[in-house]
């Protein structure tokens, strides 16, 4: 599972090979993390070890438990608790959950259990057999006081156990392997504290002096890196299946932490890798997977209660302060967790300017604001500009003894970036004469700004960009990255120079008659622009400065061709411009007049035909009646309609609107005429008959 660390662990040694780095204890960005690699849907989790590093990394972190996760989990313990078949590893297991969530079990089951584990003790021939044996008893002791867990012959275990140490002081898993591990140390050292707290009588003070000094040697051969990260290396797979420095550093820490709680001698341990392995872990930020998140809490769990020797995070809720916002330096102090640190002063002592070997004393203290917990440094020293630099800090206990049970690690430096507004001024570009060096043409430039100058020249002649750069305290600011000059000749070829630093003031020249081969030969139109920037600098810029027209003389036939320049998709690709179609003029209409005229000379016959059939005395005694008559009325409605859509194009309508709206009171018309004439013709035919 370690392997998947492989890129958080390579991170850190980058980190770490700088001389400082900045470490933070665990946050909620942990947390959040805790809750989505421990998931399950139904509470339930692929076994009781698994089981086992959620429940414990929620508890470190404060992560309410789920209820379906006791549910699931408590099946189980239950299950394997009662079983007389049950193997060493689960019942460990089994325990370390149950002492978690307090299953309801049967009070007879733990005496079995404890004769077990005991028995295993007598043939137990490795490292994990005893692991398993005397962890088991211990997770019994702490969960029930009616079962007799000690041992009788606790010194013969721990011989035991000791005789499969190394010199260096790494342990193997069995007298059969030859192969020695710093995670099987860890191992080791856990199973021997639990030998210590389970005895009947007090173990020989020798080999107690004996494992400490194994413990010594173990520290001896830890990785160190210059920012004081140290971490236990691990290039065989361990004794879980698992491989790397993430898993054997929590073992060992694991099993020093455990020995440190039942030694009644304080380990002396060297607070300053204590401090390393702290910063390892922290340093690798949020792993990605819920077996090293586990490694990495639990560790910092165990560091967190380490007797003798728990680390202080010196971290900074920001590293970039700006001089124009008058920020505040902030250092907070607290455990590698979180916790309150106790009562003590931080103290500045010494600033280096990064890159540099001088450092400047200041030896100041800080402010400490109770409401928030941090340590503030109301107002920069007086040396310090706009730059990148090294703060060395001092972590100053206002109790004397509290320095034998906190680990500070001496110094802690931080990197700090001041940032701050540059002034820029002196803004000039000009025309020189090649020959002479004289000023043909010379413009002001607003930087930044607007500005839009209009420059010529040939190849005989130069051109000089020059400005300055200064800080907010007035001093000369000298960028790390540096200024840059744009010349875009309209074809689309760049050519980008750098504006050097000549002292006082950034400058370059450019002499044409050296750059024609670079130009290409191009005359034409070159657009100006100038980038000023860097990471201190608040202000950095990219402005156009205009534009300049360079007659350069042709090309020798051998000269070098500008190279083909890059095809822009979009044009190519993207959306087309919109086709504008153009119609047909409209003929030219009458006159209102006159069309309102005709209109009246048409319809005039039609009243005259009524006129005619109301003189007539038109008889109207066959028009249908019932039924009929509706369909009759719609007929003449429809007529009617019809020459009413006729109006309507004469006025408004269009002929393509008008044959399709005819067209429905054609369908219309059909049948509705259909049925009144049908009904005509059926009368008529009957009065002939009759």
């Known amino acids: 599972m370690d392997r998947n660390l492989g890129i958080l662990v390579a991170a850190l040694l980058l980190v770490a090979s700088t001389t400082c780095a900045i470490f933070n204890p665990v946050s909620e960005s942990h947390r959040s993390a805790a809750s989505e690699l421990f998931s399950s849907a139904d509470g339930s989790f692929g076994s009781l070890e698994e089981t086992y590093e959620a429940l414990k990394t929620f508890e470190v972190l404060g992560i309410e438990k789920k209820p379906e996760i006791r549910t699931s989990a408590c099946v189980s313990v239950v299950k394997i608790l009662s079983s007389t078949s049950s193997a060493l590893k689960d019942l460990f297991h089994a325990l370390r959950v149950n002492g978690v969530l307090k299953c309801e079990l049967n009070d007879q089951d733990f005496p079995g259990i404890g004769s077990k ?48 140490s190394q010199s260096d002081g790494r342990w193997r898993l069995n007298s059969n392997n030859p192969e020695s591990s710093n995670d099987a140390a860890g191992i080791a050292l856990e199973s021997l504290a639990g030998v210590i707290s389970l005895a009947s009588s007090e173990i020989d003070s020798s080999l107690i002096a004996t494992l400490k ?21 691990e290039k065989l797979v361990d004794a879980r299946g698992h491989e790397g420095p993430l898993s054997a550093s929590a073992s060992v820490v694991r099993g020093i932490t455990a020995f440190a709680a039942v030694s009644s001698e304080n380990l002396n341990l060297p607070g300053e890798k204590v401090l390393g392995l702290a910063k390892f872990f922290l340093g690798i930020g949020i792993p990605g ?13 165990c560091l967190e209660s380490i007797r003798g020797s728990v680390p202080l995070i010196l971290s900074l809720p920001a590293t970039v302060l ?20 106790p009562p003590l002063s931080v103290k500045l002592m010494q600033i280096f300017v990064s890159g540099s070997k ?68 002196s803004g000039e570009i000009a025309i020189l004469e090649n020959d002479l060096g004289s000023v043909e043409t010379q413009k002001k430039l607003d930087l930044p700004g607007e500005s839009a100058v209009a420059l010529s020249a040939n190849h005989l002649q130069k051109l ?17 990255q540096v200024a840059f000059l744009k010349l875009k000749h309209e074809s689309g070829v760049e050519h980008i120079f750098v504006v050097a630093n000549s002292g006082k003031k950034f400058e370059i020249i450019l002499d044409f008659l050296g750059l024609v081969d670079k130009f290409f030969y191009l005359s034409g139109t070159y657009d100006l622009q100038l980038t000023v920037g860097d990471s201190v600098m608040e202000n950095s810029f990219l402005q156009p400065l205009g534009h300049i027209e360079l007659d350069l003389p042709e090309a020798p036939e051998k000269a070098a061709r500008p190279p083909p320049q890059p095809v822009d998709m979009y044009s190519r690709y ?20 006159l069309s309102l005229a005709f209109f009246g000379l048409v319809i005039l016959p039609f009243f005259g035909f009524l006129a005619g059939l109301f003189h007539l005395r038109a008889n109207l005694k066959n028009f249908p009646k019932s039924i009929h008559a509706t369909f009759a009325i719609l007929f003449h409605l429809g007529i009617a309609a019809v020459l009413s859509l006729y109006a309507l194009f004469w006025f408004k309508l269009d002929l393509f609107t008008t044959l399709k709206t005819l067209g429905l009171l054609g369908i219309f018309l059909m049948f509705v005429g259909h049925k009144t004439l049908s009904h005509l013709a059926s009368t008529s035919a009957k009065l002939k008959t009759t």
């Open 117 to 164: 584990l005991k028995d295993s003790l007598n043939g137990a021939n490795s490292l994990l057999d005893f692991y398993y044996s005397i962890g088991g008893l211990m997770l019994i002791k702490d969960q029930t006081s009616e079962v007799d867990v000690h041992i009788s012959d606790a010194d013969r275990i721990f011989r035991s156990i000791k005789a499969l």
């Open 213 to 233: 000094n194994d413990i010594s040697k173990l520290f001896d051969g830890v990785e160190k890196y210059d920012d004081g990260t140290c971490f236990f290396d």
């Open 289 to 301: 997977s819920a077996k090293d998140l586990y490694y990495q809490i639990d560790a910092l769990s």
């Open 322 to 341: 700006s001089v124009t916002k008058k920020d505040q330096l902030k250092v907070r102090v607290s455990t590698v967790l979180g916790s309150s640190a």
């Open 358 to 425: 001088d450092a400047s004393v200041i030896d100041q203290k800080l402010k400490f604001d109770p409401e928030n917990s941090v340590h503030v440094l109301e107002t920069l020293p007086t040396n310090v500009d706009v730059g990148n630099y090294i703060f060395s800090f001092e972590i100053i206990f206002d109790e004397p003894e509290h320095k034998n049970k906190y680990a500070t690690g001496g110094r802690t430096r931080v990197p700090i970036h001041v940032t701050g507004v540059i002034k820029i001024d």
């Open 464 to 480: 000089r960009l020059s400005f300055r750069l200064t800080t907010p305290f007035g001093q000369v600011f000298k960028p790390h």
């Open 574 to 593: 993207g959306p087309k411009a919109e086709i504008s179609h153009i119609f047909r003029v409209p003929e030219k209409r009458p006159p209102r007049e």
